[in-house]
């Protein structure tokens, strides 16, 4: 089994912050444990350009190609020769969280800005659904150019996935703890035991990972919760693991990506590492859905470690373009 993993890696420190100095896709055998780096890549960097933007984001691929993000850009990379074929690259985008593709539309979570942006497959800019109460520019300056700009923080929401439920779009918010339904805001789902991150739907439920290391298992029809699954539990330490984020599912496992905590200027996120519990590496582990056991645990990076972003088994990657906007089509 292989699985195409997109990865920030944390070269350098500083008192308030460890910036992700590369980025890079590779493919991890899950039975060697080894990874082959398949892109490396730095953005087009102008003067001024924050640096832990050398980061490759939530990806998805779509007929044959990987959609993924940078800090400030949208790529389009082959996924036959791992060639970035396509750049895109706006005044208005700042933390690029994940980039979903379908038949119809290129999505893009613009977390720094509480948008998502629409895309055709011309790359051309058609629109964008606003996640704010007022409108985008009432918040934000038109004239700044926000690649250049660090940080938003305090996101209003900090929208960070992308899932697609019958034709509709939707969108994990970590501060308002539910995802959003992008083409009729009334709708949601809550998700109140923490901070949602990533969505994959399998079968009839919609499995969300929280960043405190929870899996919530949510009814495909009934939009409501059945099942939570607290790793801590299955996990003999008793402690997070890490940053929960990067999630597949294969037949009955799940595969949870962990990212070794980082030192933050926003210290709200993390707190809890002030409080004795052990830094553990990243790592992705391998849950047993029926048995609800951790089966295995395959550590990325010890020192000075890795982000993981997306974990996407590679034998879907062929036949991911065949869902349509008709069916419940599986987000990865």
């Not at 119809?104 to 964008?128: A, C, K, M, P, Q």
């Not at 109140?192 to 009814?219: A, M, R």
């Not at 645990?297 to 869902?323: K, L, N, Q, Y």
């Amino acid at each position: 089994m292989k699985f195409m993993v997109t990865f920030g890696m944390d070269k350098g420190q500083s008192a308030d912050f460890m910036p992700h100095r590369e980025g890079y896709i590779g493919i991890l055998d899950w039975d060697s444990e080894e990874v082959e780096r398949k892109t490396d890549y730095r953005p087009q960097r102008p003067e001024g350009f924050p640096q832990d933007s050398w980061r490759f984001g939530a990806a998805t691929y779509y007929d044959g190609k990987i959609y993924t993000c940078t800090f400030l850009e949208a790529l389009v990379i082959n996924a036959r020769t791992w060639e970035v074929e396509q750049v895109i690259s706006e005044p208005w985008f700042n933390d690029l969280h994940h980039v979903y593709a379908n038949e119809r539309h290129i999505l893009i979570v613009n977390t720094g800005l509480d948008r998502v942006e629409i895309y055709n497959h011309s790359y051309e800019h058609i629109g964008f659904y606003n996640l704010l109460e007022v409108d985008t520019w009432e918040r934000f300056d038109k004239n700044v150019d926000y690649r250049l700009v660090e940080s938003t923080k305090p996101h209003v929401w900090q929208a960070n996935y992308l899932t697609e439920l019958y034709g509709k779009y939707w969108v994990t918010r970590f501060g308002n703890k539910d995802v959003l339904c992008l083409d009729d805001p009334a709708q949601r789902i809550p998700i109140d035991v923490g901070n949602p991150h990533d969505g994959h739907i399998h079968g009839d439920h919609i499995y969300y990972t929280t960043t405190d290391n929870q899996i919530v298992i949510i009814d495909l029809e009934t939009r409501k919760t059945v099942e939570t699954i607290d790793l801590r539990d299955l996990d003999e330490r008793k402690e997070r693991i890490g940053w929960c984020r990067g999630f597949e599912i294969v037949d009955r496992y799940a595969f949870v990506g962990f990212s070794r905590f980082r030192q933050s200027k926003f210290r709200a996120m993390g707190h809890w590492i002030k409080y004795g519990e052990q830094i553990l590496p990243s790592q992705i582990i391998q849950v047993d859905l029926q048995e609800r056991k951790i089966v295995k645990r395959c550590v990325m990076e010890h020192d000075p470690g890795c982000t993981i972003f997306t974990i996407i088994d590679t034998s879907r990657m062929v036949s991911a373009s065949s869902a349509t906007c008709n069916s419940a089509a599986t987000a990865v």
